[in-house]
């Protein structure tokens, strides 16, 4: 089994900064890209950054100078460290890894999503 837990969500204000994080836990033989993405009221799921295992990073054009995406492959975390977050940042902000376990073929998982939201 494989679970992904997320961390970090809340309320902030216009130009404020939040810092999310996303540990992969279970039955893990390999992690392979991990992201975040986003999802807004009546709007559907976006890409917010990916990262592979060796550190390419790939952002929505959106967020680039402001969000950074990290991990930590020893510690199967993802990390999102958002910087000047403006009213359309928000959110809920969903996890995803790339992940073979030991009993079945590679899948993207997705964690249970984490609210952010940003106050004008």
């Known amino acids: 089994q494989v679970q992904l837990a997320e961390f970090g969500g809340g309320l902030v204000q216009a130009g404020g900064s939040l810092s999310l994080s996303c540990t992969a836990s279970?039955?893990?033989?390999?992690?392979?890209?991990m992201g975040w993405y986003r999802q807004a009221p009546g709007k559907q799921r976006a890409l917010v950054a990916t990262?592979?295992?060796?550190?390419?990073?790939n952002y929505a054009d959106s967020v680039k100078g402001r969000f950074t995406i990290s991990r930590d492959n020893a510690k199967h975390t993802v990390y999102l460290q958002m910087n000047n977050l403006k009213p359309e940042d928000t959110a809920v902000y969903f996890c995803?890894?790339?992940?073979?376990?030991?009993?079945?073929?590679?899948?993207?998982?997705w964690g249970q999503g984490t609210q952010v939201t940003v106050s004008s």
């Open positions: 279970g039955s893990i033989f390999n992690v392979n890209v």
């Open positions: 990262i592979n295992t060796g550190g390419i990073t």
């Open positions: 995803n890894a790339l992940i073979d376990s030991w009993k079945s073929y590679e899948y993207y998982y």
